[in-house]
Each structure stands twice: as C-alpha cells, then as structure tokens.
C-alpha cells in the first residue's frame, strides 16, 4: 500500500484518501457493504455528455444573448468578406486585424469580459450563409418563412415549403453524385448564389427574385457587456451594414423556447431534443457499442441505462459543467462509441439509483476521474 501511495501525486492522494473516507461513511450510514463497481449496474450510457456544458452558457439563470439582425446590399460586401473580414476566423487568436473576433479577443479586460475569449467563446456568432440566416430568424425570432424575405424569395424561386423548412434541420442531401450537408453547400454564398444552388438541390428551376444580404448575429453570453455592444455597433457602421433590428434573449426565453438546442439541433435532436428509445443507431455502430460495452443497444434500452445528456445529468445529480468533465474522462479512457456525425454514447460510472445523493455521485466521479489520469 505504501509503494501504491508513493506512486501518486499528493492531488491523487488527497482525492484517494477523501474518496475512501466517504466511502466508509457511506457503507456505516447505510449499514451495508460497499460492493465493488459493476460495469451492468453501476454504469449508465449518456448521448452526448458534451452538450450539456455548451448548453448551459446560454441557460444559466442571469445570462443572455444581445442579438442583431443585419443587412447589406450584395454589391458592397460579399458573405465570405462578412464572415472572414468583419467577424473574423472562428478562432479568434488567428482573426485578421480589424474583424471583430480579433478586437473581442485583444481588448477582453476592457470590454469587461471575465476571461480571454477562445474557439468556442469567440465573442460572436453569425450565420453562415443567407439560408442559415433565414433558419436562424425562424427559430431565434419565430419568425414565419412567408413573412421573411429571403423565405419568399426561396418560395419564389419555385422551392415549396415542405423543402425549405426540413432545410432549416440540415439534412444530408444528394448533390454532384454523393450526400453533403445541406448547411455545408450553402456556406458563404451570396444571395443569387445560394437560391440557384438552392434549385439545383431542389429539382426545380425559374426565375430569382434579387435582394440584400441578411444575417443573424448575436453577441455570445460571455461577452454581453455594454462597451462589446458598441463595439459590433461600430463595426457594423463601419461597414456599411444596416442594424434592421437589435434586442436582448434571456436565458429563460432560450431554455422555453429550447432556442439553442434548436440552433445546435443536429447535436441537440440526441442530447435533449429525443429520448434513447427513438433513436435509431446504424447496425456498425450498435456493433461496436456491444463489443466495447457487453451489452447490446436494445438490451441497454431494455434495462433504462441509456440517457440522453438532459436526463443523464437529473440520473447523476449532477450539472453540465460536472458532466463534461466526466465525458472527457470517459473518452480518455475509451469509453466512448461513435454512432455516427453529432452522436456519441459514453459509458459513465453512477450509483445504484437508491444511492443516488450528489454526495455519493460526487465521490465516484472523482474516482473514476482519478483513475482515468
């Protein structure tokens, strides 16, 4: 024991220690032994653990989102010089001098930002393309497809409805001989582009109607302070780009609405959007999660250890943050299957669902985190 103790770290220690001192206080309360884990019953199956931590910076009580609805006319700015030139590279160390990424990223003190942004908080988002665009203003501002302007334009175009709007989810669809992303074929088109490619998706041809740039933008809940507003202002001023409207989302309004689970939805549809008995694996990758696992898909189901990331983290008394470390440990460790692009299933350690107290899944996590180092 000793050699074992001299082997760790005095971190490891101390959580080793604690972790076995709150396991004896469990096993006197409950005047019962401390069984061993045992991987078909203490473990449960989370799809996308990973989520939950993403969601929960819009969903957290007091944050929020500052929102812009934008436009141009095609002839001044083409989309791709909007994304890369005004926004700046999704990686905001790396954005051009100017954009606004770069300025959030080399002012972050200043602009009141509590710490430097990075790949995932960048300070911004825009859509990608007009038809993200026109996706984003249905879900973000319930706005009605006939009733936006590039929504009718797509109609005029001769796109029906029923199409357009199983777009908005990013369908895998035919183009040039193989399946692409629906999202992926329309990046940084600009309008005329985009509803002829749109046409060709469609089967369908005609006239198109002309119009101006329109995109959705808002400002990350990280970087909602007052100097960053004014910062986006001036840029967008700067560029010749017209603010049609601006506003604030509560995180209540994006937890209601499910707002972000909805712009997030390919990953979203697994994580919270749909239970696990309506997911449908490919028969590959149920192939692996019984090899990995030693345990079938439908038997998993069967015995109600299969949650989904919203329910998965209720099942653990635990929150996002908790559970993405959890999730990283379990794919450090391996114990994670790939079913397919934006679904994942992990294997996460839990007490029996009569031992469920935040204190005891506090202490296995922290074991299993232990061990995964």
Aim: glycine share 8%.
């Amino acid at each position: 024991m000793a050699s074992v103790l001299r082997s760790l770290t005095s971190a490891r220690v101390n959580i080793a220690v604690a972790s076995g001192i709150a396991l004896s206080a469990y096993a006197l309360h409950s005047r019962a032994p401390v069984r061993a884990l045992e991987p078909a019953e203490e473990h449960i199956f989370v799809i996308n653990g990973f989520y939950m931590a993403m969601r929960e910076k819009y969903t957290k009580p007091g944050e929020s989102i500052y929102y812009y609805l934008v436009e141009w006319e095609p002839s001044k700015l083409s989309w791709e010089g909007f994304r890369g030139k005004v926004l700046g590279a999704t990686d905001p160390s790396t954005a051009e001098n100017g954009a606004l990424r770069k300025a959030i990223f080399s002012n972050w003190k200043e602009l009141g930002l509590k710490s430097e942004p990075n790949v995932g908080d960048n300070g911004v988002h825009a859509s990608a393309s007009p038809f993200e665009a026109l996706a984003e203003r249905l879900n973000w501002m319930g706005v009605k497809l006939e009733e936006d302007s590039f929504g009718k334009a797509l109609l005029d175009s001769g796109i029906p409805k029923d199409t357009i709007l199983a777009w908005t989810k990013d369908p895998q669809v035919p183009f040039d001989g193989k399946k692409a992303s629906l999202f992926d074929l329309f990046e940084d088109l600009d309008y005329d582009d985009c509803l002829a490619k749109a046409q060709i998706i469609a089967g369908v041809s005609g006239k198109r109607p002309s119009g101006k740039m329109q995109a959705f933008v808002f400002i990350k809940p990280h970087a909602v302070t007052e100097p960053t507003k004014k910062l986006v202002s001036s840029k967008f001023a700067e560029a010749s780009i017209t603010i049609v409207k601006q506003g604030s989302l509560t995180a209540e309004a994006i937890e209601k609405g499910k707002l972000i689970d909805n712009h997030y939805y390919a990953i979203a549809n697994k994580a919270s959007l749909s239970k696990p008995a309506e997911l449908n694996p490919p028969a590959k990758g149920q192939e692996e999660f019984a090899k990995k696992f030693g345990i079938t898909w439908k038997a998993a189901l069967e015995k109600g250890v299969v949650y989904n990331a919203v329910d998965g983290c209720k099942r653990l008394g635990v929150d996002g943050v908790v559970m993405d470390k959890t999730w990283a440990t379990a794919k450090k460790k391996g114990d994670l299957v790939k079913f397919g692009g934006g679904f994942y299933a992990g294997k996460i350690p839990a007490p029996p669902k009569a031992d469920n107290s935040g204190w005891l899944t506090s202490v296995i996590l922290a074991l299993y985190a232990l061990v995964g180092k």
